[in-house]
């Protein structure tokens, strides 16, 4: 952006909300090349200037980790990129990513006053400029205050982890990171797409994180190469924060399951992510395509699924899903260019049999059709069976995404965590801590598969708390007023 | 890290490898496995650890080279690194006081089989361990698991060398001899478990196998390794590896093996292609 722009008030009502430029469907249904392609200036200068600067900012109350949205706003508006992209790091440690897969359709654009005249400020693409911009430009990194000398170990290097490392060393703590696989970044690295979330985007915000003092270890597994009670009785850390999210896959149950050509979303995702199987054989990781392939489920990770299966040349890709368009969980942007690139949706309908060949492969999977009922626990009207409805679909391939638990590899051999019978961690809404001594946690370890973001919100949350308890203030009382689990 | 300190080769397709890794060490018992990636394209491989020392912080690695990332892994010298070793995974074998046991090591399941028969000996069982091979040069550790048992039996399918059987003839016959073994043992490939799981079960002995499904982080998350055992779908990876060989169900795990069959050929020419023009 060459010069600043000021209109009136008036005149920024007048701008329309601008679009982003995406790959056509037909061309990115075969690539694994970034979806969406991010603001031209042109395009970020002019949203820019949609921002009212509100003096009391809705928008930062609807942002789990609190960015001050009108201050990075305000200095992009100013033609001033370095500061804008400060502001914004320092609330936010990974901006480009939160730019990417934030919901903030119902988080800080929902509540955006010039939303409620015309389409909200398109918070999020701004934040993903701003931030590209940022990586585009090294700066050094922000000055961390003097060491206190306490080492706290944060486990697993997931948005929560990344978050909660990340504020900690700027606290002054001495911050290590386990990770048990040879890459860090969670979901980030092994679960969304390439043409989601570009893997050299979250290898650049993690080195972020890096550049603030974090120690990263990679390979070790917590629970395995050392118990939790090791870590805080041998290893010399006075606070543990358990950001190992949920990473347990869930299987329907039903007959058929263990055919070859039946992954759980979380084997099919880490193969082609962060195994790179779509550049087998270069990269030595192979995956199966089917031909005709059913994703069972319809959340964002049934999304990933269906999309990664069409770009490795499946022919047809179907998602599956017992309940109606209605009640998909998946964000309306993502059903969105799933639709628009070719997938099928099949509402209302849920497998019960998964039929194999004499060789042991998937040939075909057996659905019933569904109706709904009344609202069940979720909220969401309960799906019944109709009778006599049994159809069979012609598949060689089937994808579960029926969701994820968490891992119980952590909690080996460590007493003292409470747990619920789902089997996520009890911890204080407020403050992440557990049942257990020193021991804090967040993100999808405690709520159940959710989003990145809110999983960064518990991290900054947690952080903060631990800070209070490393400096000696006060901390409640441990798992009070515990949060229940959103399953 | 993870650098190789020693190598040997056992046979003209079985190699040892030293590692240095001081935290799997720290930990590893018989049983364990480890996860290993050759460098940042590699695959994750799983390998049972055939021995460790905490002292030195290593760890032995025993191979055989059926595929494109096992002969890649065969010409590792050392001085080079694997670009990851995870672990120790799994669940640790449940050595106890059992009295009389029976180790079978199956070609490369000799090397696994190796520590637990240790560990049985040093906990006070009378140790009797039959291993075999296709043929004497598929055979290793004749001298350390004689070191470790009462008693040896060594059989190669051809008759190369030692008794021309299938371990499974002298299972059979200590078995109908009414010796009185407590619990087996077995290691090797699937085929060889499920014929030595099928051979004890009419005695009732417990049968403890090591499964080798494919995997891929190893820690419970993908589920690649799942089998049913006693019809119940288990992850090999945290259930395991070690399960009650009469109550898995072979032909699923004989199945779930030749998934990648296609590609791991396709994979093995590309890169004995690569070989050749490049040397």
């Known amino acids: ?11 920024r009502m007048k701008v329309p909300r601008q679009e982003m430029p995406t790959q056509e469907p037909a061309v990115r249904a075969h690539n694994f090349i970034e979806v969406a392609l991010g603001f031209p200036d042109q395009s970020a200068a002019l949203e820019a200037m949609r921002c009212l600067q509100c003096k009391k900012p809705k928008c930062v109350e609807g942002c789990p980790v609190g960015v001050n949205i009108p201050a990075f706003i305000g200095r992009l508006r100013e ?14 440690n990974l901006p480009a990513i939160c730019g990417r897969v934030c919901p903030q359709e119902t988080q800080c654009e929902v509540v955006c006053v010039v939303g409620k005249k015309s389409m909200p400020v398109a918070i999020g693409r701004l934040e993903r400029y701003v931030a590209d911009w940022d990586l585009g430009h090294p700066s050094p990194p922000p000055a961390v205050p003097p060491p206190t000398g306490k080492k706290v170990a944060v486990i697993g290097s997931g948005p929560a982890g990344l978050t909660c490392a990340g504020d900690l060393a700027r606290y002054g703590h001495q911050v290590t990171i386990f990770e048990s696989l040879h890459a860090p970044g969670g979901v980030l690295i092994y679960g969304i797409p390439e043409f989601r979330l570009p893997k050299h985007i979250v290898h650049a915000e993690v080195n972020y994180v890096c550049s603030l003092g974090v120690d990263l270890r990679l390979n070790e597994v917590i629970g395995k190469t050392y118990t939790l009670d090791e870590l805080l009785e041998q290893e010399g850390y006075e606070a543990i924060f358990l950001g190992t999210g949920a990473g347990l896959p869930m299987f329907m149950h039903i007959p058929g399951e263990n055919y070859n050509g039946v992954y759980s979303a979380n084997e099919f995702l880490t193969r082609v992510n962060l195994m790179k199987a779509y550049l087998f054989p270069n990269w030595d990781t192979p995956v199966k395509v089917g031909r005709k392939v059913a994703v069972v489920g319809a959340g964002n990770v049934a999304m990933d699924s269906s999309r990664c299966a069409l770009r490795l040349g499946a022919e047809e890709v179907h998602i599956v899903y017992r309940r109606s368009s209605e009640e998909v969980p998946a964000r309306a942007e993502e059903v969105h260019h799933a639709e628009e690139e070719g997938i099928i949706f099949d509402f209302l309908t849920n497998p019960v049999e998964i039929f194999g060949d004499e060789k042991g492969w998937v040939r075909g999977m057996r659905c019933m059709r569904m109706k709904l009922g009344e609202p069940d626990a979720s909220g969401r009207r309960r799906p019944l069976p109709v009778e006599g409805s049994e159809f069979d679909m012609d598949v060689d391939m089937v994808i579960m995404a029926l969701g994820t638990h968490p891992n119980p590899l952590v909690f080996t051999e460590s007493g003292g965590l409470e747990r619920t019978r789902h089997g996520t961690v009890v911890a204080d809404e407020k403050t992440g801590k557990t049942t257990k001594d020193r021991v804090w946690a967040g993100g999808d370890i405690v709520t159940g598969a959710a989003t990145v973001i809110s999983a960064m919100g518990a991290g900054k949350q947690a952080a903060a708390d631990i800070d209070r308890f490393l400096r000696g203030e006060a901390v409640p009382a441990a798992g009070a007023a515990a949060t229940a689990a959103v399953g | 890290m993870y650098e190789i300190l020693s190598r040997e080769d056992l046979a003209p397709v079985t190699k040892l490898f030293e590692v240095r890794a001081p935290t799997v060490a720290r930990k590893a018992r018989a049983g364990h496995f480890v996860i290993v990636r050759i460098d940042e394209e590699g695959e994750r491989v799983p390998l049972t650890i055939a021995d460790s020392d905490r002292e030195r912080g290593t760890i032995t690695l025993v191979f055989q080279e059926v595929g494109k990332t096992t002969m890649q892994m065969g010409t590792m010298q050392p001085g080079d690194q694997f670009a990851s070793c995870t672990g120790p995974l799994g669940l640790p074998s449940e050595i106890e006081r059992y009295g009389t046991v029976l180790l079978v090591g199956g070609g490369v399941g000799i090397a696994p089989i190796y520590p637990i028969a240790r560990e049985l000996k040093e906990a006070g069982n009378t140790v009797l361990s039959v291993i075999g091979a296709r043929n004497q040069d598929l055979l290793f550790w004749e001298d350390k698991m004689r070191t470790v048992s009462d008693e040896l039996t060594v059989c190669t399918d051809d008759g190369s060398y030692g008794r021309k059987a299938l371990v499974t003839i002298p299972t059979k016959e ?67 590896p070690e399960f009650d060989g009469h109550q898995v169900d072979w032909d699923q795990l004989l199945a779930r093996q030749r998934i990648y069959l296609e590609q791991e050929k396709q994979a093995t020419e590309t890169w004995k292609h690569q070989c050749q023009c490049g040397s």
């Not at chain 1, 033609?79 to 936010?92: F, T, V």
């Not at chain 2, 087996?184 to 499904?213: D, E, H, Q, Y």
């Not at chain 2, 891929?216 to 090999?236: L, N, S």
């Open chain 1, 1 to 11: 952006m060459s010069e600043a722009i000021k209109p009136m008030p008036q005149d």
């Open chain 1, 79 to 92: 033609g001033d990129l370095p500061g804008s992209a400060r502001s914004l790091k320092s609330d936010n």
């Open chain 2, 174 to 240: 200590m078995l109908e001899a009414g010796r009185p073994i407590e619990h087996i043992w077995a290691i090797g490939p699937a085929i060889m478990m499920k014929f030595c799981a099928l051979t004890t079960r009419p005695f009732g002995v417990p049968t403890t196998v090591s499964l080798n499904s494919i995997m891929v982080d190893g820690t419970g998350m993908c589920g690649a390794c799942r089998v049913e055992v006693g019809g119940r779908t288990r992850f090999v990876c945290v259930d395991g």
